[in-house]
C-alpha cells in the first residue's frame, strides 16, 4: 500500500529560486526531448532513445538542478510516447508550457537528500514531517496564485 503526505511548504527566496530553476530546466528538458523525437522520427521512421545527460554539455545550465528530476522527466516522456504508439487514443505527447497554473516535478530520495523537519512553535515553516523510510517519491508542485 502506498502512502501520500501533502504538504504546504513556504521556501525563502534561495530555495524558491532552485524550485524555480528546477522547475524550467524539467520542462526545457521534456520539451526539447519530445522536440529531438518528432524531428529523429519524421527523418527516419524509427524511435529515438534519448538522455538527459546528453544535453548537459551544450545546456550546463542543466548541471545545476536535481539530476533525479530531470531523468523522472525522461521516462515520464518515454511512458507517453510509449503509451501513444500502444494505443493511438491515448493522444501523442504535449508539449509542456509555462503558462499553466501549476508547476511540477518528480524526484527521488536518496541517502536523506529529501529531509523533512517540523519549524519552531509549532508552525511548519519549510517541511512538516520527518520520514523513517530511505526511499521514496516526491512530487513537488507549485501552485501559481490567481488574481
Known sequence: ??????FRLYPN???????TRTFGCVRFIYNKMLGDK???????GKKLSNMPAQYKEEFPWLKEVD???????QLHLQAAYRNYFRSPK???PKFKSKHRHQDSYTTNNQKGSIRM?????????????E???????????LFKQCG
Not at 519552531?120 to 517541511?127: F, L, M, N
Not at 520520514?131 to 508542485?141: C, G, L, P, T
Open 13 to 19: 527566496s534561495e530555495q524558491m529560486n532552485l524550485l
Open 1 to 6: 500500500m502506498n502512502k501520500a503526505y501533502k
Open 117 to 129: 523537519e517540523e519549524v519552531g512553535d509549532g508552525v511548519d515553516k519549510i517541511v512538516a514531517y
Open 131 to 141: 520520514y523513517s523510510i530511505q526511499s521514496f517519491e516526491a512530487v513537488v508542485s
Open 38 to 44: 518528432i524531428d529523429y522520427y519524421h527523418e527516419t
Open 90 to 92: 491515448s493522444g501523442f
Open 67 to 73: 539530476s533525479l528530476a530531470l531523468a523522472n522527466a
